[in-house]
């Protein structure tokens, strides 16, 4: 079963890779070759992130592949706000005792999801460190790479007030805010990851683990017709953590927060636990994963070609993000 496992592994992998993957299968370090790409000026962009403890809920339930995507996506973003395409993905596997089905999962879910992007899963490291991590428990993390022209870097320079920001929608809390979710989902109020509640489709735990969103796909078709002044990708810190990292000096921006309408897991997580509407916003997406910054004459034609996507407000002079409640 061992071998059947490391072999749809193996082939989980190979499945991403393409001509330019130049190591063997085994190496200490991976190769991959950057011949044959046309740009002026090319930039490499990395990033290194994990998925938190959302790794809790996959092994209450026994679902991993969507925290495989989730791992994936959640790096694609990240680089994605600089205008970067993907190339290649490593992961970091810890836990106390390696199960061979988790892993497999996991693979297959990193997989998928960088094949969709055409990236390719390179390498990777699985450490078993029973005195540090709990039995069935583990952690996943990962370090991304992707590339961009100099002259095609988005990094918030251009931002000026007048300027409108886009909200796109979001596919539940991605991979942040779990810590609270849980405490009061499951410990307070004692709900079960396998009930459907009122106002659901899916149970708890499906709602919960519902795979993080990757905006590739969209903001490299958005950016061939639309000048795009700057991208945030809300995560842990929410809007005023994340927003806040690409303004410019002598510009704010000021959201609506009653302009999208909320997924209901957030009502839900709110209602339970009493949360105020700065906490929510804080610790949430508030389902909006990506804001992006435009032009005021653009804001109209990118939510046309983004379904879902809303003008959530406007950039003005000041400094920080300043948000309006719903009342």
Request: glycine residues 12%; proline residues 4%; charged residues 20%.
């Amino acid at each position: 079963a061992g071998d059947r496992i490391k072999k749809r592994i193996a082939q989980a992998i190979g499945r991403t890779h393409s001509e330019r993957v130049l190591h063997k299968e085994g190496a200490f370090g991976a190769l991959f070759s950057l011949a044959g790409i046309s740009m002026n000026k090319p930039v490499l962009v990395s990033s290194v992130d994990g998925v938190g403890t959302k790794v809790k809920l996959a092994v209450a339930t026994g679902r991993h592949t969507g925290i495989g995507r989730d791992l994936v996506n959640h790096s694609i973003n990240d680089i994605l706000t600089c205008g970067a395409r993907p190339l290649f993905f490593l992961d970091y596997f810890a836990c106390a005792k390696q199960d061979d089905n988790v892993v497999l999962q996991l693979i297959e879910g990193m997989s998928d999801a960088c094949k969709e992007a055409g990236m390719a899963l390179i390498g990777g490291e699985t450490a078993q460190m029973p005195d540090v991590y709990a039995p069935d428990e583990y952690d996943l993390a990962a370090c991304i790479v992707g590339i961009v022209d100099e002259d095609q870097i988005i990094d918030g320079r251009s931002i000026q007030p007048g300027d409108v920001l886009v909200g796109i929608p979001s596919s539940g809390l991605h991979t942040n805010g779990y810590t609270l979710a849980r405490k009061v989902l499951l410990d307070e109020k004692h709900y079960k990851l396998d009930e459907t509640l009122p106002g659901f489709q899916q149970s708890l735990g499906e709602a919960l683990l519902t795979p993080h969103r990757s905006y590739l796909s969209e903001v490299m078709n958005v950016r061939e017709k639309i000048q795009i002044r700057g991208i945030a990708h809300i995560t842990g810190g929410g809007f005023e953590g994340n927003i806040s990292r690409i303004l410019p000096d002598g510009c704010q921006a000021d959201i609506d927060a009653s302009t999208w309408k909320r997924l209901p897991i957030f009502d839900l997580i709110q209602e339970a636990g009493s949360i105020s509407d700065q906490e929510m916003h804080r610790v949430f997406n508030m389902g909006v994963g990506l804001v992006i910054i435009v032009r005021p004459d653009e804001a109209q034609p990118l939510c046309s070609l983004i379904p879902g996507s809303v003008c959530i407000g406007e950039i003005t002079a000041g400094s920080g993000v300043k948000l309006t409640y719903p009342k």
